[in-house]
């Protein structure tokens, strides 16, 4: 069965630090990995990684994909209470007209 | 571009009670999902519409019916709504083509079963 592992569930940080989320898959013909940022509302694209080693950047927020070890990174240097968030990751595999989800990694930046 | 739409976007119902959840997109999008999201659950795809007239069913499909007569719209229904619906739900659509594999969503409906 196809499956997406997000850790932590939960992280909780001081402005200023640098944090780094996890997103594990196990899916058969995987196609893409994408995150996305969830505040009140509706989930916000953030990236979309295919290939292994190419980091993606995008102001302090950077992603990378291994697809050897079947996993991807999202860091976040030096956080802002407005990165307090959920951040989900999802797998897109071939031949499929779905997304699998992750659970999310809740993160809150504190003064 | 109002992009996706979710009408309404709070409602409170009584167990057995019905309801619909309407979902309307402008990009002329082909493919079009619902979700539910729960603590602790994640995103979980109840049902999906890949074009005008199909469905089908996603991870937690039982309780709900869904309908694509136009292809801007994606209804759900609930047949008889329990109190382990209440959650809030997305829709999202999806374009077809290059480097489009993304989901657009709507801002939620958050919907609660008494």
């Known amino acids: 069965e196809d499956k997406v592992v997000q850790s932590p569930l939960s992280l909780v940080v001081h402005e200023g630090d640098t944090v780094t989320l996890n997103c594990s898959y196990e899916?058969?013909?995987?196609?893409?990995l994408l995150w996305y940022k969830q505040e009140k509302k509706a989930p916000t694209f953030l990236f979309m990684l295919t290939s292994s080693g190419i980091e993606k950047k995008s102001g302090r927020l950077s992603s990378i994909l291994d697809k050897k070890e079947l996993f991807s990174i999202l860091n976040i240097t030096a956080t802002q209470t407005g990165d307090s968030a959920v951040y989900l990751c999802?797998?897109?595999?071939?031949?499929?007209?779905?997304?699998?989800f992750g659970t999310g990694t809740r993160l809150q930046v504190f003064p | 571009n109002a992009g996706v739409t979710q009408t309404p976007k709070f409602r409170v119902l009584k167990t057995g009670q019905s309801m619909t959840l309407l979902c309307a997109q402008d990009m002329n999008h082909e493919y079009m999902y619902w979700y539910r999201q729960d603590p602790g659950m994640g995103l979980r795809l109840i049902h999906y519409?890949?074009?005008?007239?199909?469905?089908a069913k996603g991870e937690v499909p039982d309780g709900y019916n869904v309908s694509r007569l136009k292809k801007q719209n994606f209804l759900l229904g609930l047949e008889s709504a329990a109190p382990s619906q209440t959650s809030v739900y997305f829709c999202a659509s999806l374009g077809m083509g290059a480097g489009a594999n993304v989901l657009t969503f709507g801002a939620g409906s958050r919907l609660t079963v008494l």
């Open positions: 519409s890949v074009g005008e007239g199909t469905t």
């Open positions: 899916v058969t013909n995987f196609r893409s």
């Open positions: 999802a797998v897109e595999a071939y031949n499929t007209d779905k997304l699998i």
